[in-house]
């Protein structure tokens, strides 16, 4: 098999393994309500129950820095992905209060792992392709929170039961994952060299020592206010529009489908926006659109203006992520696994910060005000675009150039894999 076919397959199914993933997560966090009631779980024991799973993932995403010393990433996600389709399918199948704790428990661990292995292997294809395909990998992502939150919907319209609804799900998708961990590329087979453990790991322990985490730092504090914003929306939105601006019920419902079709669209094409514009442009751009989406939301007269907002913050939240991802493994090519695991720890900082943070801002001011938190927080990134280029960052394999901040392709030998 030549260079190009296995980097193409493990592209390939590696957007996939993306996808599942967002399907996943959507019919987990949209059936919260229904997990509920199933398990009557109180309102005061639920925040421990949701707060639990990001704090398992961010001590699963630490686990993993260490353990991808000894096996691939590839190995990590081969395994992990599984475990979090079937650890969904038994938050749906159990009848007590240590059924559901468990389950929960297994996903939070699982998904720590997953995401960690998932994005490291995206910036080791990156920097294999000399060019931004990171942004595409979370398009996947976005595509498969579409699909799993219009299943999850389907399921509470035909009042089916959470097992019945997460059924099919993993019995498709967890096949076709595990086949398709067969093409995962890690670094040293994209870099031309072997897949054998531990790719990255012994040269990640030298790369990030307490001077090199520094560096990191300005990139995990953005991340985490990228996902204060992602939560707020994800957490706040419906009941913004209906308390605050005096939407429907059944209108309340459609800014996060709203803001998850923007995610995906502008993912879709944010790579051609960082080839031609480059990363700090792209990530400066994003910022300036997803501040002004919460300033339109915190001064809306009225529902459909509200929308607008909505629809501005999935234009600019969703390019930031991906490439706060791909500019830590430009600011650390050598001790790329290490520097995504510990980035990857502030993407549940920002989850579990966000929704309480804008909730008791909203109870005890107002929530008008407390959208301008969040929007504050994301204008944080302006002040360290510059880090998003990595000076003297180089993709693998000659396929790149820099000229000024602009990341520009120049293929290998004239053709793009």
């Known amino acids: 098999m030549t260079a190009d076919v296995r980097l193409r397959r493990g592209r390939g199914s590696l957007g996939f393994s993306f996808f599942v993933q967002g399907v996943t997560f959507a019919l987990l966090v949209t059936r919260i309500p229904a997990i509920q009631e199933q398990y009557g779980i109180s309102d005061g024991l639920l925040p421990a129950f949701l707060a639990a799973v990001p704090v398992l993932a961010g001590v699963a995403s630490v686990g993993t820095e260490h353990l991808v010393?000894?096996?691939?990433?590839?190995?990590?996600?081969?395994?992990?992905?599984?475990?979090?389709?079937?650890?969904?399918l038994g938050a749906g199948a159990g009848t007590r209060m240590w059924h559901v704790a468990l389950a929960l428990g297994a996903f939070g661990l699982a998904v720590g792992a997953l995401d960690a292995s998932m994005n490291m292997l995206g910036v080791s294809l990156q920097q294999a392709y000399g060019r931004s395909i990171m942004l595409g990998f979370h398009a996947s992502y976005s595509l498969g929170g579409i699909v799993g939150a219009s299943a999850a919907w389907a399921g509470a319209h035909w009042h089916l039961s959470l097992f019945t609804s997460y059924l099919p799900a993993v019995v498709v998708l967890l096949p076709l994952a595990f086949l398709g961990s067969r093409y995962y590329v890690d670094q040293r087979a994209a870099d031309g060299g072997g897949s054998g453990p531990g790719a990255g790991g012994s040269a990640a322990a030298k790369g990030l020592g307490g001077g090199g985490f520094k560096l990191l730092l300005p990139l995990c504090l953005v991340m985490a206010c990228a996902y204060i914003g992602d939560s707020t929306v994800s957490n706040w939105g419906a009941k913004y529009l209906k308390d605050v601006l005096g939407s429907s019920e059944q209108l309340s419902t459609v800014p996060y489908n709203v803001y998850m079709v923007m995610t995906l669209i502008g993912r879709a094409v944010g790579d051609l926006g960082v080839r031609r514009f480059g990363a700090v442009a792209v990530v400066r751009a994003g910022t300036v659109i997803a501040a002004s989406g919460f300033a339109v939301v915190?001064?809306?007269?009225?529902?459909?203006?509200?929308?607008?907002?909505?629809?501005?913050?999935?234009?600019?939240?969703?390019?930031?992520?991906?490439?706060?991802?791909?500019?830590?493994?430009?600011?650390?090519?050598?001790?790329?696994?290490?520097?995504?695991?510990?980035?990857?720890?502030?993407?549940?900082?920002?989850?579990?910060?966000?929704a309480p943070l804008v909730g008791a801002l909203g109870d005890a001011w107002s929530y008008r005000g407390a959208m301008l938190v969040p929007m504050a927080l994301v204008l944080v990134t302006l002040l360290y675009a510059r880090s998003f280029a990595a000076e003297g960052a180089r993709y693998g394999g000659g396929h790149e150039r820099r000229v000024g901040d602009r990341a520009v392709d120049v293929g290998r030998g004239g053709n793009e894999v």
């Open 298 to 354: 915190a001064g809306a007269p009225g529902a459909w203006i509200g929308m607008l907002g909505f629809t501005l913050l999935g234009v600019g939240l969703c390019v930031i992520v991906p490439q706060t991802f791909a500019a830590a493994g430009r600011l650390f090519p050598t001790a790329s696994d290490t520097a995504i695991a510990r980035l990857n720890i502030f993407n549940y900082v920002g989850f579990l910060v966000g």
């Open 69 to 88: 010393k000894r096996v691939a990433p590839s190995t990590v996600l081969r395994w992990a992905q599984p475990l979090v389709l079937l650890a969904l």
